[in-house]
């Protein structure tokens, strides 16, 4: 019996493994991954909690865009958290 993987579940391998793992091949510039359905991540961060450990909105902002390759859409949230 074969396993059959929802389209989420393929997207996500694709994106997080072998994307990835094709990108660090010499010579390979970019992966682009088209189709499928996307997972989504919503990230509500206590600004005083993050603000404790001297982490400002801004510093988390950019660790998860750059480290994690997110797409972040911020104009929606309270100014109070986008700081």
């Not at 393929?10 to 088209?34: H, M, Q």
């Not at 961060?45 to 994690?68: C, D, F, K, M, Y």
Request: proline fraction near 5%; hydrophobic fraction near 45%.
């Amino acid at each position: 019996m074969s396993h059959r993987y929802q389209p989420q579940e393929k997207r996500f391998l694709l994106d997080w493994t072998i994307r990835s793992a094709l990108r660090s091949v010499s010579g390979v510039a970019d992966v682009n991954v088209l189709g499928g359905f996307v997972r989504t991540f919503e990230v509500v961060p206590s600004v005083p909690a993050i603000a404790a450990r001297g982490i400002t909105t801004e510093l988390l902002e950019n660790v998860l865009r750059v480290e994690q390759g997110l797409v972040l859409e911020t104009e929606n949230l309270p100014t109070d958290v986008i700081a």
